[in-house]
């Protein structure tokens, strides 16, 4: 028998038992018609692609400021029409912002390409449409999945 040592966080923990965030999830994109799940760092790496296989949503993988390893871009993935931020819990809101924020700067990059091939500009909006928690750490929030739909200034 082969042993193995199971090196996890505590909020990694749900990462292999997650029949029911899928569940939750696959009525969220139905009901709102979410296209693609969008996630930051290493949490969003391992679980936002295979939430979106798993509900048959695009995915794009925002990297956190500063990090340049592997690549220079500031998400891999792909970014459709209706995006959704998934994170294993919300505090201080600071990695949701960063990822709105560079949404938004990969929509402006992907408009400018766009029209330097087209005669006319290229109309393209992602529309930010909510936040679904795949966990919460038990010891401070309870353990359910939570979707909530964000009023944003200007969006």
């Known amino acids: 028998m082969t042993e193995s040592i199971r090196m996890m966080e505590t909020y990694f923990h749900p990462l292999y038992e ?3 965030a899928i569940q939750d999830l696959t009525l969220v994109v139905k009901k709102h018609n979410i296209d693609t799940l969008v996630g930051i760092g290493l949490s969003g790496a391992l679980v936002v692609p295979k939430l979106a296989e798993a509900v048959g949503a695009n995915w794009l993988i925002i990297r956190k400021e500063g990090e340049i390893t592997h690549g220079t871009q500031m998400g891999v993935g792909v970014l459709g029409e209706r995006w959704l931020f998934v994170d294993d819990f919300i505090a201080t809101g600071k990695s949701f912002r960063m990822v709105y924020k560079q949404v ?3 929509q402006d990059q992907g408009r400018e390409l766009a029209s330097m091939m087209e005669d006319e500009p290229v109309p393209f909006f992602g529309r930010f449409c909510g936040i679904f928690t795949y ?10 999945h939570h979707f909530t739909i964000l009023k944003i200034k200007g969006a």
Do not use: R
């Open 18 to 20: 997650y029949k029911e």
């Open 104 to 106: 938004n700067a990969i």
């Open 135 to 144: 966990h919460c750490i038990p010891e401070f929030f309870s353990a359910n």
